[in-house]
């Protein structure tokens, strides 16, 4: 079992930035972390996720804008959004998949003036 814990979530002027983290209880050395995103009234969808040998995948609707990166030592994946949207705004959620699936709480963003 992998417990995940997102923070870094809240309320953001559009053209901000916010950074968010997710700490998993384990180490995350191997396997795919990512971010998904679900806006109300949408499926969830991937924003970015990152392999253990480094390599990225964004949605379009991100791409140049967010960066996803990962501390092993520290067991926590980030994910640093720029030039935020109100088409941004969502629940963001942690996932960890090594075989099994794993999901964290979600920490809501809100990009809005």
């Known amino acids: 079992q992998v417990q995940l814990v997102e923070s870094g979530g809240g309320l953001v002027h559009p053209g901000g930035s916010l950074r968010l983290s997710c700490a998993a209880s384990?180490?995350?050395?191997?396997?795919?972390m990512g971010w998904y995103r679900q806006a109300p009234g949408k499926e969830r969808e991937l924003v970015a996720d990152?392999?253990?040998?480094?390599?990225?995948n964004y949605a379009d609707s991100v791409k140049g804008r967010f960066a996803i990166s990962r501390d092993n030592a520290k067991r926590t994946v980030y994910l640093q959004m720029n030039s935020l949207k109100p088409e941004d705004t969502a629940v963001y959620y942690c996932?960890?998949?090594?075989?099994?699936?794993?999901w964290g709480q979600g920490t809501q963003v809100t990009v809005s003036s």
């Open positions: 996932n960890y998949k090594l075989g099994s699936v794993y």
């Open positions: 384990r180490s995350i050395f191997i396997g795919v």
């Open positions: 990152l392999t253990s040998t480094g390599s990225t």
